[in-house]
Structure formats: structure tokens, C-alpha cells
């Protein structure tokens, strides 16, 4: 699968943390996870099994709570079974046509 998520806090309490802060540390538990990733300026994505692609989101999440008592999640998912490398495939076969 392919899991698009955005997770930030949606309060900072006592300025605690700048929202990109806490955004970093739920980034870099996804670049560590050693799955196939990559982060645009709205989204996060994943791609490995169900099991392991929701517990790197878990960790990351659990991240942004250790610094705001309140999180935004939000996730999208392409869940096609069999299937590998699709974070960049996807994009090379639309580039394919957009160059004809």
C-alpha cells in the first residue's frame, strides 16, 4: 500500500514547539523507518505492508503528542496488493505520457 498522511499539532501550548518542529520529528520516524518514502509540502508518504506502514504513522503521531496535547491526522490510502515501488512508478508512467 500507499499511505499519504499529514499529521501536525493543533495547539502548541506555552510555545512549546513551532508546528514545523513537531512536523520534523514525525518526519524523521518516517525516513527511519527504512520504507520507501516521501514528504511534499502537504503530505507524507509511505509505502510497505498495512501492518507496517500504520505503525510507522502511529510512532510518528505519538511524536507530534509529545509536544502538543491535541494532533491532526489525516491519511489516504492506495491499497493494491502485489504491487511494489508505486511511489515512483505512479509518477513515471504519468511523466511518460505528459513527454508524448
Known sequence: ?????SVAPT????????????????????????????TNAMFTLVEGEWDEVMAVVKR???AVLEVSPRVSLVLKA????????????K??????????
Not at 509518477?91 to 508524448?100: A, W
Request: charged residues 20%.
Open 78 to 89: 492506495d491499497i493494491r496488493p502485489g504491487y511494489t515501488n508505486q511511489i515512483t512508478a
Open 60 to 62: 510518528a503521531t505519538d
Open 11 to 38: 495547539e502548541t501550548p506555552n510555545n512549546q514547539a513551532e508546528m514545523s518542529e513537531a512536523v520534523s520529528a514525525a518526519i524523521k520516524i518516517v525516513r527511519e523507518s527504512g520504507l520507501p518514502n516521501e
Open 91 to 100: 509518477v513515471e508512467s504519468v511523466e511518460r505520457h505528459l513527454s508524448q
Open 1 to 5: 500500500m500507499i499511505l499519504a498522511f
